[in-house]
């Protein structure tokens, strides 16, 4: 619920309250959830276009799913430059 929010991440976190940071998730396996679950399988292209920068762990299977919505979503393009550039800024 929270990681695919763009209001609560992009919004609140960094528009709001200036964080100047990025945001990763916590190691979130979608292997690991069932349809009787409270909260849903992650879905990486949309927790990638909240706002959050890095997705833990991270698997060949979230990439492939990104780089198909990549494909015909330029607001998703536009939000992986912005996580992208806000990884490169923690060291500066």
């Known amino acids: 619920k929270y990681k695919n929010n763009r209001n609560l991440i992009n919004c609140f976190l960094f528009e709001e309250n200036g964080y100047q ?10 292997g690991m959830y069932s349809k009787k679950d409270k909260h849903s399988a992650p879905i990486p292209h949309l927790i990638a276009n909240s706002g959050t920068s890095l997705l833990m762990p991270g698997r060949n299977s979230d990439v492939k799913e990104i780089e198909k919505e990549l494909a015909h979503n330029e ?16 060291r500066n």
Do not use: H, P
């Open 21 to 30: 940071g990025f945001a990763m998730t916590d190691w979130i396996i979608s």
């Open 75 to 90: 607001e998703l393009k536009e939000q992986i430059k912005i996580n992208i550039a806000r990884i490169v800024n923690v």
